[in-house]
């Protein structure tokens, strides 16, 4: 019964790769995101979407694209995995508007 | 543009030692606000928020925040630290522009606690 959770929880892959990470929640909020959270525990919003449209792109790299099957689900590819792409990636939802962001456990990618 | 300061990287507090860790905002219009909390190794949890209304808001786990309008502050509070509040707190404000709305955080504090 986990309101917002994501798969994997560790992602450990060599530069060049592709990988995809997997959010959902059951909460049945309309708006999705994503955060990255660096090594200095820096937190910055990359996406979000409200049911199912892209809303805010925050210039995060074209090898990075987010794809929302439904609005219960939102998923992030990346291409081409990068050194610097090694970080904590959040998803979280809402209600929409500046109602409160839920968070899920994270995703801890490693990039060797 | 909107933007959150947490002046402290690191504080050290003794258990059972009151704790104020502090926030200050800039943001046009009205702000909310929140406070989140990372434990080692797990995603955020929602401590309080504050949205309208009264300005000193509870939230859980024994925490408070009072909101300045005055001070742009949204600092938080908790009368009695807990060993198990050892973790890493962010302060977060929720800003809306023509529907981009999302979360602009600080840089958070990390909380060490002491026997």
């Known amino acids: 019964d986990t309101a917002v959770s994501q798969t994997p929880k560790y992602l450990v892959t060599q530069m060049g790769n592709d990988k995809s990470i997997k959010c959902e929640q059951n909460l049945g909020h309309d708006t999705m995101y994503w955060y990255k959270q660096d090594s200095k525990k820096f937190l910055k919003i990359m996406f979000s979407y409200n049911n199912k449209e892209l809303i805010i792109n925050e210039t995060v790299p074209n090898r990075f694209s987010p794809k929302s099957p439904d609005k219960a689900h939102l998923n992030l590819h990346i291409n081409s995995l990068e050194l610097g792409d090694s970080a904590v990636y959040f998803c979280?939802?809402?209600?929409?508007?500046?109602?409160?962001?839920?968070f899920g456990p994270g995703t801890r990618l490693l990039v060797l | 543009a909107q933007s959150v300061t947490q002046p402290d990287i690191h504080i050290t507090v003794s258990e059972g030692a009151s704790l104020e860790l502090r926030c200050n905002y800039s943001y046009g219009a009205t702000p909310y606000l929140f406070w989140y909390v990372q434990s080692p190794g797990q995603g955020l949890q929602l401590l309080l928020k504050y949205f309208s209304g009264d300005t000193l808001v509870q939230g859980i786990k024994g925490f408070e925040a009072e909101f300045k309008r005055s001070q742009s502050s949204f600092n938080l509070r908790k009368p009695s630290v807990h060993w198990s509040d050892a973790a890493e707190y962010f302060c977060?404000?929720?800003?809306?522009?023509?529907?981009?709305?999302?979360?602009?955080f600080g840089t958070g504090t990390r909380l060490t606690i002491i026997p």
């Open positions: 977060a404000v929720a800003t809306s522009n023509f529907g981009n709305e999302k979360l602009t």
């Open positions: 979280a939802s809402s209600r929409g508007g500046q109602e409160t962001q839920y």
